[in-house]
């Protein structure tokens, strides 16, 4: 069975950077459409970026300039550094993935949960003073 487990979350405060891995098993992301999702306390799940085998990647709005996704080497690993983190960044941080629906593309970037089909549990993340 495919899984996918996160870690690196932790308490920081703002301003400060954090790296997020997601360590997939049973899947490859040279292979597979990855993208990180955050769930902030009561609210829903939101994806905030996203990476392909081609290593194209996609961000939200509130990321954007702030967050990187990206694979090293030949690593099977699926990393997201944030950097200047603000208190609104507080969540829980969810690796998912799917296989291409396009031929050897993942098409546009997606950030709809219904997309993904394999998911972790995620990693927390606080941000405060």
């Known amino acids: 069975q495919a899984q996918l487990r996160e870690s690196g979350g932790g308490s920081v405060r703002p301003g400060e950077s954090l790296r997020l891995s997601c360590k997939p098993s049973?899947?490859?992301?040279?292979?597979?459409?990855m993208a990180w999702f955050r769930q902030a306390p009561g609210k829903e799940r939101l994806g905030i970026a996203t990476?392909?085998?081609?290593?194209?990647?996609g961000y939200s709005d509130s990321v954007t300039d702030r967050f990187v996704a990206s694979r090293v080497g030949d690593e099977n690993a699926f990393y997201l550094r944030m950097s200047s983190l603000k208190t609104e960044d507080t969540g829980i941080y969810f690796c998912?993935?799917?296989?291409?629906?396009?031929?050897?593309?993942?098409?546009?970037?997606?950030?709809?949960?219904?997309?993904?089909?394999?998911w972790g549990q995620g990693t927390e993340v606080t941000v405060s003073s």
């Open positions: 998912a993935a799917h296989y291409p629906r396009f031929g050897n593309s993942c098409g546009p970037p997606s950030f709809v949960e219904r997309d993904y089909d394999y």
């Open positions: 049973g899947l490859g992301v040279n292979v597979y459409c």
């Open positions: 990476l392909a085998p081609d290593g194209r990647t």
